[in-house]
């Protein structure tokens, strides 16, 4: 393992922000550290990169003690996103040549790095721009090529893509996608289930200061069982009814309810439901989404608002967080997981 994290702990005053965190990373594999806002993504990124110290536990990369040989580790390991390395009165070659230099390569090699970079990463055309007339995923971009001179061997992303269009975040996954195949161990983080999902080997679920899963997408969709079926209703009140009898988990006109995926099971419900007059509007069947996943493990749910293919719906699962977080007697992950109903079926609201 070349990141390795036990019993990681941290408080800030009295908040607690990490509550004994457990990470192992292959070497050449990608670890998603997935959560919502303030989870403590950003505090364990920073105490791996040893800029922060843990109040306990021990972090080893590449063997070496972030807490006791600091340099050693940052010689393997590159730190990019949240802040921009990127001097903007320079041009984007210069940028990366002036890395090259600190870096001790030589003139020659500072060039022929800067290029070879400057082309994998699409910005060949904008090499001679300054930075400042750079938009947002081109920034991003160089300042992942600006980590890269130095061919770390453990590459961090604290949310590569949070804030990014849709477009560019697609560039940026194929940018992070080559790193991959050169064999670069990746630890990134993110609040998105597809980014998660799209590149990730094994994902970590945090939430507040804990892990709550961790494991393979498909690992982790199978713990939430086989299929689910989802009814709709035309009320809440018989959504209600239809819960008592069934249980799963109701959001107001949604069930949600854990299925084998047979038809037979599909038509016992249905005639369970007959016999006591709660006929749902429309049913349908899916099998489990990471959204299934978070919100079944997870107390509460990462944010979307700049999430793609989303959008639609947002609103409705903002709204069931807001709810879920504002009565304690429904923290738990049964109650939370009801919310899944709202994140996954594009149901008429009417
Ligand atoms: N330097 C700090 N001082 C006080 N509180 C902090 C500090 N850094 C982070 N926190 C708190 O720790 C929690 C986790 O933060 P963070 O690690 O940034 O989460 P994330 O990156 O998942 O959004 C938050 O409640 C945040 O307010
Ligand atoms: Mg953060």
């Given at each position: ?223 939430v069982?086989?299929?689910r ?20 988990h109701?959001d107001?006109?949604?069930?949600n ?31 489990p989404t990471?959204d299934d996943v978070f919100l079944t493990?997870?107390?509460?749910p ?34 939370a997981a009801s919310e899944s109903a709202s994140s996954q ?6």
């Amino acid at each position: 393992m070349i990141v390795e994290a036990t019993g990681l702990r941290k408080s800030y005053g009295a908040v607690e922000v990490l509550r004994g965190i457990d990470l192992a990373v292959k070497e050449g594999s990608v670890l998603a550290l997935l959560g919502p806002n303030g989870a403590g993504k950003t505090t364990i990124v920073r105490i791996l990169t040893t800029l922060t110290r843990p109040d306990a536990g021990v972090v080893t990369i590449a063997g070496y003690d972030v807490v006791r040989e600091p340099t050693k580790v940052r010689g393997v390991i590159s730190l990019t996103g949240q802040y921009a390395a990127v001097d903007d009165n320079q041009t984007g070659r210069e940028n990366l040549v002036m890395v090259g230099k600190l870096m001790h390569l030589g003139r020659a090699a500072a060039n022929r790095r800067a290029d070879e970079l400057l082309e994998r990463f699409d910005l060949t055309a904008a090499m001679n721009r300054r930075a400042k007339t750079y938009s947002g995923g081109m920034m991003r971009r160089l300042d992942l090529a600006m980590s890269l001179v130095a061919r770390p061997r453990v590459i961090f992303l604290d949310e590569p893509t949070t804030g990014l269009d849709p477009s560019s975040r697609l560039t940026m996954w194929d940018a992070i996608g080559e790193l991959v195949r050169d064999g670069t161990t990746i630890l990134l983080t993110t609040q998105y289930l597809e980014e998660a999902d799209r590149l990730a080997d094994r994902i970590v679920l945090l939430d507040d200061g804990r892990i709550t899963a961790s494991g393979t997408a498909d690992a982790l969709k199978s713990q939430v069982g086989g299929e689910r079926i989802e009814l709709y209703f035309a009320d809440d009140l018989t959504a209600r009814n239809a819960f008592e009898l069934l249980g799963g988990h109701t959001d107001s006109q949604l069930l949600n309810l854990p299925s084998d995926g047979s038809a037979g099971h599909l038509l016992h419900v249905l005639d369970e439901l007959r016999d006591k007059a709660l006929t749902p509007a429309r049913v349908s069947s899916h099998r489990p989404t990471l959204d299934d996943v978070f919100l079944t493990l997870t107390a509460s749910p990462p944010s979307k608002t700049t999430s793609p293919q989303t959008s639609s719906r947002e609103g409705a699962s903002r709204e069931g967080a807001s709810r879920e977080s504002a009565s304690p007697e429904n923290a738990s992950p049964e109650n939370a997981a009801s919310e899944s109903a709202s994140s996954q079926t594009a149901v008429p609201t009417a």
